[in-house]
């Protein structure tokens, strides 16, 4: 009995950290990589709240080494100086009101928490607000840490330690960033007061950066000392945290992502890379009929899904080959195929254009980021590309939201590239990634009526400006999805937004 009341207690613990705390009827969450906090707080605003939007995670929040040395590179921000809440993205009276302003509408902030590790070892040294670093003595008078918070003997992660030495993958340097040492009672303090500090203000949660570049008996320490959720941001009382945790395991490491699962939720890094295959031409959909578990993914509660994230749509990272928007058809379907699929957790991607892989943000002479602007038919401009803001993606979080917990029906396909199946009686999809047209009857199990596809367009009045569905009493419509038509997908669901 006792020993029960323990797996018990082990289980609620770890279910704990994996509840994203999304407003009610909300599904996704949207990185948008590098934007600056107020305009996060109009985004939520004019387009995120009322889109349907569940969360955004932000790039990382505590200062971070400037390097002009590599024209202000996206990766500086992955090398804190200290813990204050100074950035290109803003400072804390700004990140304290984006936070504020988002969670009024509806809209959850999860901070990109960098903990693993501070700068490397550069001719600059001072920081997003100022602070500086003494390399050589190890000293970060802004924490302030120095040479006994840190891994020591000093060493750097060789390529093989992956296959072969955990504790090194742990215990030395990535890339020769200087590596804290989260056995020390003194550091995790200090990683917890950051992370509570972050909670207070409303956060609903963290990525935890190089998270395998932990021991998990350290980051649950520091997870179990977290303050519960703020009540005051219209969190539930009681609520922890939601903690998805970067863990790159394609297999045979040294290092599995099944010693964090136990923790909390993990980044899906399979999830991108095998859609990104098929929809790439390089796998047939078919074989997606039982797409999760069966497939190597992580059990759907563990898993934060993306097609591609900062990381890996410059070649960082894991799976080189992940689709992104330089390819929009092929993207555009994986991204749809995430949207409609119950696996999982749904992360989307947000970015700035780049032909430079270490290119930062786009910024003026003296470094600051741009702003996006919004064009009159609602993209992005400025250099920014606003997956998020593309009619096929938004209009699939709506499809996502309204078809909640209900289960993938009547898969179909035809052997090969296409395939179509059903969410409970609220929404159907198509793809076709063939070279051939599909034009098939097939089972939507919507209701009887005329419903407009939210792929080709969307429901004006008492009409579509895309396509527009019969579905017949038996369920049944003609689907038509052409090889050569703009997108590979389309959509219908119940509800105003589609239904005529
Ligand atoms: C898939 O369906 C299309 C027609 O809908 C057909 O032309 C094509 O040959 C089919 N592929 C296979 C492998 O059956
Ligand atoms: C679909 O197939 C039907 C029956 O073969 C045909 O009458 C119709 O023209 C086709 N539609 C398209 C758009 O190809």
Redesign the pocket.
Known sequence: MFRLILCLAALTVALAYKNPHYAAGRTTMVHLFEWKWDDIAAECERFLGPRGFGGIQVSPVSENLVLWDFQRPWWERYQPISYRLITRSGNEQQFASMVRRCNNVGVRIYVDAVINHMTGTWRENTGTGGSTANYGQWHYPSVPYGRDDFNYPECVISGSDYFCCADRVRNCQLNGLKDLYQGSEYVRTQIVNFMNHLISLGVAGFRIDAAKHMWPGDLRVIYDRLHNLNTAHGFPSGARPYIYQEVIDLGGEAISRNEYTPLAAVTEFKYGMELSRAFNGNNLLRWFYNWGTAWGLLASGDALNFIDNHDNQRGHGAGGDVLTYKQPKQYKGAIAFMLAHPHGWPQLMSSFAFTNTEAGPPMDSNGNTISPSINSDSSCGNGWVCEHRWRQIFSMVAFRNRVGNTALTNWWD?????ISFCRGNQGFVAFNN?Y?????TLQTCLPAGSYCDVISGWKSGNSCTGKRITVGSDGRANIVLGANEYDMVLAIHTGTESRL
């Open positions: 035809n052997n090969s590239n296409q063939d051939w047209d599909l034009n098939q």
